[in-house]
């Protein structure tokens, strides 16, 4: 589940796994509600808002939680998976940012869960931490588990998922394949420096994205920057300076995300 | 993904049993509990050094109706110790944990409320046991105050068995305040209400309005269980029950408004 801050992505896992009450419809997990104890035993979920006491051992915690499922991993598998071997024995109050976020991905798993909900699970890993979370979802993915994550990472999510949903504001506006999507996103950016200030009207119709209009300066995102180009000459607009570059994939998935604010501001 | 072959009892009911759930969610509040000695020491230490203040040097007076001021003293500080565990370890708790999240997560797991709330009683139970026993030698060897191990069993008993007020004031208070604050609230609450009720002076030394106003804290009929053992309540049991009992809701409906309140803003 993709999408910028704000757009409604931990709402979404909340509701999916009963932290919240929908104000309409339903949510049903495994045919049950997801508050239902047999629906709660069969998934993991890791939250961005949810902390654990400080003064048990990373070991100690993996085991209680391990008591809630019924059919849990060894702990010393769930900690490996998360790479945390070294620190078992440690205090959670002494592990780094990166460290308890691996703990929660441990106490995610622990149970075996079929269905695993993570929300923003790479927040606070370092490059070495994430590396070794990739190869877990991917062995665990490959083990026939379901992963729900979300990210405002386009890359991470192309990396990771097979099938990415984008939601902006509460609602879904793409719903397909990592490969689908990077081609819908515009890839090149545009730059464009006039002899005149620029107005919208320079600006209307083109088959682009404007991300910010300021005086004489525009910048577009478009998959067709031969086809923008050659309508602005034919517009009248004399370029003094022009730039064209791979966009980077961030800027111009959040690109996507704001075309309805774009339409109409 | 599945280790074993075999498919234990619990895979195929698809439930984790809940009594093995219970006993390591005490174990783990009660490691919990220790390893903060702000807590721990407290609440051993604090009423063996209140007890030391206030009881031992009258240990070898005897009241009005013969029975022994140690033993009154050294039940009235009992029945002190017991609620502070109850009050001060629900109460700093129970914030503590809403500051850290750890409720949060807790809610997304198949543990059943009920269970998380029966291990803090029961982890509160055995730390009340740990300070009565505690006190009680220390009342014996060092206070020299000489009961039948019977009487003191007796005692330990309604002690435990009555604390229902004073986890429910824990609740409350863990609800309505947030960790910074709730020590100091549970100290501004808690003991006053213990020195007004006259567990720590006899009340008939305490100034007349206070003795007016006793016979309506809970305290005051809590203490009334532990003076019963020792032969000097003033009440019938039946009646100190009563006011726990009616203590134990208002607290309970005051702890559930706020929990509810929270509920709605934290998850609805």
């Given amino acids: 589940m993709l999408g910028p801050n704000g757009a409604g992505k931990t709402t979404s896992i909340s509701l999916m796994i009963g932290l919240r009450r929908p104000t309409a419809g339903e949510v049903r997990l495994f045919g049950r ?233 | 993904m599945s280790v074993s072959a075999v498919r234990s009892p619990a895979a195929t009911s698809g439930l984790a049993p809940l009594g093995r759930m219970l006993l390591l969610q005490t174990w783990s509040e009660m490691r919990i509990r220790w390893r903060i000695p702000a807590f721990s020491v407290t609440i051993v230490a604090l009423p063996v050094l209140f007890f030391t203040f206030f009881g031992l040097p009258y240990v070898k007076q005897t009241m009005a109706g013969g029975t022994s001021l140690g033993a009154y003293l050294l039940a009235s500080f009992a029945a002190y110790s017991v609620g502070s565990v109850m009050v001060f370890g629900f109460g700093i708790g129970v914030a503590t944990e809403r500051a850290l999240k750890v409720d949060v997560l807790m809610r997304a797991t198949p543990l059943p409320p009920l269970i998380a709330i029966l291990a803090k009683v029961l982890n509160a139970q055995v730390y009340a046991l740990l300070s009565l026993v505690v006190l009680i030698a220390y009342g014996t060897v060092v206070g020299g105050i000489r009961q039948d191990l019977g009487v003191w069993v007796d005692m330990v008993a309604r002690l435990l068995a009555g604390s229902a007020p004073f986890v429910a004031l824990g609740f409350a208070i863990g609800y309505l305040s947030g960790p910074n604050v709730a020590p100091a609230a549970a100290n501004l609450v808690y003991l006053p209400l213990a020195f007004a009720s006259g567990l720590f002076l006899p009340l008939s030394q305490l100034p007349g309005f206070v003795q007016r106003v006793a016979p309506y804290l809970p305290a005051y009929h809590y203490g009334q269980l532990a003076w019963s053992a020792v032969g000097a309540a003033s009440e019938p049991m039946a009646v100190a029950a009563a006011w726990l009992v009616g203590y134990t809701v208002l607290f309970l409906a005051i702890a559930l408004r706020a929990y509810r309140r929270e509920e709605s803003r934290k998850f609805g």
Wanted: charge should be negative; aromatic fraction near 4%.
């Fill in chain 1, 33 to 265: 509600p997801p508050t239902d104890r047999r629906a709660r035993s069969r998934c993991g979920v890791m939250l961005q808002e949810s902390g654990t006491t400080a003064v048990l051992t990373v070991a100690e915690i993996v085991d209680l939680f391990r008591a809630y499922y019924p059919a849990p991993l060894p702990a010393e598998r769930a900690i490996a998976m998360a790479g945390l071997t070294e620190q078992a024995g440690a205090r959670v109050g002494t592990l780094s940012g990166g460290q308890r976020q691996r703990l929660y991905f441990a106490l995610a798993i622990c149970g075996d869960p079929e269905i695993l909900f993570l929300d923003e699970p790479t927040v606070g890993m370092d490059v070495e931490a994430r590396r070794a979370f990739v190869g877990s979802i991917q062995t665990l993915a490959g083990a026939g588990k379901t992963i729900v994550f979300t990210s405002h990472y386009l890359r991470e999510a192309e990396e990771l998922a097979g099938r990415i949903v984008v939601i902006d504001h509460g609602a879904v506006i793409a719903d397909a394949s990592p490969r689908e999507l990077t081609a819908r996103v515009p890839g090149k950016k545009i730059t464009v420096i006039a002899g005149r200030p620029l107005s919208r009207a320079d600006l209307d119709g083109l088959p682009a994205r404007v991300i910010s209009l300021d005086g004489d300066r525009a910048t577009l995102l478009s998959n067709e920057p031969a086809t923008v180009l050659r309508e602005l000459f034919r517009r009248g607009v004399d370029v003094v300076d022009l730039e064209v570059s791979g966009a980077d994939l961030e800027e111009a998935f959040l690109a996507l995300t704001r075309r309805a604010e774009t339409v109409t501001g």
